[in-house]
């Protein structure tokens, strides 16, 4: 294993490799030890849990494909694909917000905010040229960051967005 992806709930376990065979592996973690789920053959470069854990966001290439956990076997509810194929080698980063309602990517030097329920592009939100990223991460702001300053160079500022 390259990379290893745990579940916010820690219930389940996600892991491939950056080299050869490029399978996605899940697992469940039980009181027994790894219990593999049955998860249909697809290439992983990158992953990312939902906070709830019923979506696991996949990266293959150019395109990321959101996968409904919530069944027991897991099916795909949406296949994003407005990232450019190319660039610095696909799309290198992903991150939900802590709500689940977004799903930042970046890569082929884009970064797209998607809204993760319908697989969209999120409302009011263009997708922005960059350099290269290669982690992406959602959370707050650094301590001592007040909203009307500008963000450090590190953080992507994200437009609110009303609920449904």
């Known amino acids: 294993m390259s990379w290893l992806t745990l579940s916010p709930d820690g219930k389940l376990l996600a892991g491939g490799r950056d080299t050869g065979d490029r399978t996605l592996i899940v697992w469940r973690l039980t009181d027994k030890g790894l219990e593999k789920v049955p998860f249909p053959k697809t290439e992983a470069r990158n992953v990312a849990f939902s906070p709830d854990g019923k979506t ?29 194929s190319g660039g610095w080698g696909g799309i290198r980063a992903l991150a939900f917000s802590a709500d689940g309602r977004l799903l930042a990517s970046a890569g082929g030097g884009q970064v797209i905010v998607w809204d993760s329920t319908t697989g969209a592009g999120a409302p009011g939100m263009a997708t922005a040229r960059s350099r290269p990223v290669g982690r992406l991460r959602a959370g707050r702001a650094p301590p001592g960051h007040r909203p009307s300053e500008r963000p450090p160079s590190t953080c992507l500022r994200l437009p609110a967005v009303k609920g449904p």
């Open 56 to 84: 696991l966001a996949v990266v293959t290439g150019s395109v990321i494909r959101l996968w409904d956990l919530t069944s027991p076997v897991p099916t795909v509810r949406a296949s994003l694909t407005e990232h450019q």
